[in-house]
């Protein structure tokens, strides 16, 4: 009997396994141009569910992530990210993500160290005879989005950083049969953007590279950018050794961002306001007690029309490696 209990389980992982590679193949098919990232405002990989049921998920940790993304007019963003995870208690943990980014466009290259998130969280014995946890965190700007090429302010699309310290705040449940949903806020509090990429530099952008209006970039100069509010809903299906997710992820822009078309005019961005709507899907694999690995992907259902935060993904990849202790 045992044999055959053994036999089925192993059955259902390949299963699920095949259906999880289905998802992310999926994912990153999808070619939607004005599609938005999730993980890189912050708010997202912050708040990300833990997969988790078990205490490893409160482990010190250290592991080495990396991101494959296309964004605006073929930009391409290869971000390798260390991730300190540390234990403070048995419910406490500090999570801390330190990218690294290479961008590569038509238009420039850039690399340099990205914004830095940094994250506590909390679990609670339960809510409702269920596990509740919080977080709170931040992301610090790397700088302030300033960066030229060939003396021309460069696009927010381009740029290493957001340019703003940003709070962020959350909270997650995990339901019973492996439902769990997170909620999540994120708000700049302190805003350094310089970025100088305005109506003037728009036109010289055009001219230096011959582009047509409607393949140029959004206007970006001195973003004031508004907050987000995040919620995730997955489905978590837990095995010995495999750990899978599939679920929405709702994230609303609550204001229009503003820009400076020139010295004097300030513009709210139409359009940079409403609903972005992902399907996502994730794994995670235990090769043994201390090592993991885990593949991330999403795609877009719904999008805003207007995105001048520089936050256009048509396709990204997660791939990661992660040691416990």
């Not at 001195?222 to 978590?236: A, E, H, P, Q, W």
């Not at 400076?260 to 090769?287: D, F, M, P």
């Not at 993904?313 to 990661?320: A, P, Q, W, Y």
């Amino acid at each position: 009997m045992l044999h055959f209990k053994n036999l089925n389980r192993s059955r259902t992982e390949r299963k699920l396994a095949q259906f999880m590679v289905l998802m992310l193949v999926w994912a990153m098919g999808s070619n939607k141009a004005n599609a938005q990232g999730c993980s890189d405002a912050g708010v997202c990989s912050i708040n990300r569910s833990n997969l988790a049921q078990n205490s490893d998920s409160l482990k010190n940790k250290i592991g080495v992530s990396f991101s494959y993304a296309i964004g605006e007019q073929g930009a391409k963003f290869f971000i390798p990210q260390l991730e300190p995870q540390i234990r403070i208690s048995d419910r406490s943990m500090i999570q801390i993500k330190l990218p690294f980014m290479f961008i590569k466009s038509p238009i420039a290259n850039h690399s340099g160290l990205g914004d830095v998130l940094l994250n506590y969280s909390i679990e609670l014995d339960s809510f409702l005879n269920q596990r509740i946890g919080f977080s709170i965190g931040t992301r610090i700007a790397s700088g302030t989005a300033s960066l030229k090429n060939n003396s021309i302010p460069m696009p927010m699309a381009v740029q290493l950083g957001l340019g703003s310290t940003d709070i962020i705040l959350g909270v997650s449940i995990q339901f019973k049969k492996g439902f769990s949903a997170a909620l999540g806020f994120q708000h700049p509090v302190f805003n350094q953007n310089q970025n100088g990429f305005d109506s003037i530099a728009f036109k010289k952008l055009e001219s230096t590279q011959n582009l047509a209006s409607s393949d140029n970039f959004f206007i970006s100069s001195n973003l004031v950018r508004k907050g987000d509010l995040m919620l995730r809903l997955d489905k978590i299906f837990v095995m010995p050794k495999l750990e899978i997710n599939v679920g929405l992820l709702p994230i609303y822009h609550l204001g229009n961002d503003e820009v400076l078309l020139s010295k004097s005019v300030v513009q709210a961005i139409e359009g940079s306001k409403g609903l972005t709507l992902n399907a996502n899907a994730g794994l995670r694999y235990k090769l043994n007690h201390q090592f993991e690995i885990s593949v991330l992907g999403a795609s877009p259902l719904i999008t805003r029309k207007s995105r001048p935060d520089g936050l256009t993904r048509s396709l990204i990849i997660f791939s990661g490696l992660y040691y416990k202790f």
